[in-house]
């Protein structure tokens, strides 16, 4: 399977910084053997997409309705129109500080669906969750209660992201990684078929260059969901370069 690995800006660039995006889609032309994607704020998406072919451009977040009366809010089919290719669903940031469901996340993978964009479904424990031995439970409740039965490998991806590793330097050990990913597969076999071994899972979390290379030759790690090291070209080629050489 081809590695993808995904940046993710969060709430960081103005126009100013698309000089960054460039700088980091001529950086990955150099490793054609993996894919990649930055998902850049809603108003950089169009300077951005098209503009940089090697890399594909996305979104964050939307309303999971089409249109409406849903002042301040964009859907995905305005992402799409904007030159978005995919978009990120159920970060941990959204659950916690916005309150979305498994039944918000799941409505928004399918208006992505509806709107022709890849998606990555973000799951993943609190540090709390973990010590008390439910890592494993809560991360397969959110897959079974967020991912949408037609679910296909061919727009969706699931991201494991442990919370208590988002932009904090630690990330779980080579074990830890291994399990939960073993886990994830084996519930998207049992529920998809063939396809669930097609879907890709990334991990994310405080990867980087130094420890890349170690997480991406996991059995099940199709690739990383990169936030912090995704805004600078310096920080995210060597992570792109560890994929394609793994
Ligand atoms: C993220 O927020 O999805 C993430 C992986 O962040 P970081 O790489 O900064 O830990």
């Known amino acids: 399977m081809r590695k993808l690995i995904a940046g993710n800006w969060k709430m960081n660039g103005l126009l100013a910084e698309l000089e960054d995006v460039a700088s980091i889609c001529e950086a990955v032309?150099?490793?054609?053997?993996?894919?990649?994607a930055l998902c850049i704020p809603a108003t950089l998406i169009r300077s951005a997409a098209g503009r940089f072919a090697d890399m594909a451009i996305g979104g964050q977040d939307w309303h999971m309705a089409a249109s409406g009366a849903h002042t301040g809010c964009i859907s995905a089919e305005m992402l799409a129109d904007a030159g978005a290719k995919l978009t990120i669903i159920g970060h941990s940031e959204r659950r916690a500080a916005q309150g979305e469901s498994d039944a918000d996340i799941r409505g928004k993978a399918l208006a992505a669906k509806r709107a022709g964009l890849a998606a990555i479904l973000c799951v993943g424990e609190t540090e709390a969750e973990r010590d008390a031995g439910r890592a494993e439970a809560v991360v397969l409740g959110q897959l079974e209660g967020s991912m949408p039965d037609d679910a296909a490998s061919e727009w969706i991806s699931v991201a494991y992201e442990p919370v208590w590793a988002i932009g904090t330097g630690r990330i779980p050990s080579v074990e830890d990684v291994k399990a939960m990913h073993a886990a994830i597969r084996g519930a998207l076999v049992a529920r998809f078929g063939t396809d669930g071994s097609?879907?890709?899972?990334?991990?994310?979390?405080?990867?980087?260059?130094?420890?890349?290379?170690?997480?991406?030759?996991?059995?099940?790690v199709d690739g990383g969901l990169i936030g912090g090291?995704?805004?600078?070209?310096?920080?995210?080629?060597?992570?792109?370069?560890?994929?394609?050489?793994a």
């Open 229 to 245: 090291a995704s805004l600078k070209a310096d920080k995210f080629l060597p992570i792109v370069a560890a994929a394609a050489a």
């Open 29 to 36: 032309a150099a490793h054609p053997s993996v894919d990649t």
């Open 198 to 220: 097609n879907i890709r899972i990334l991990y994310g979390g405080s990867m980087n260059g130094d420890n890349a290379a170690s997480l991406l030759a996991i059995p099940d």
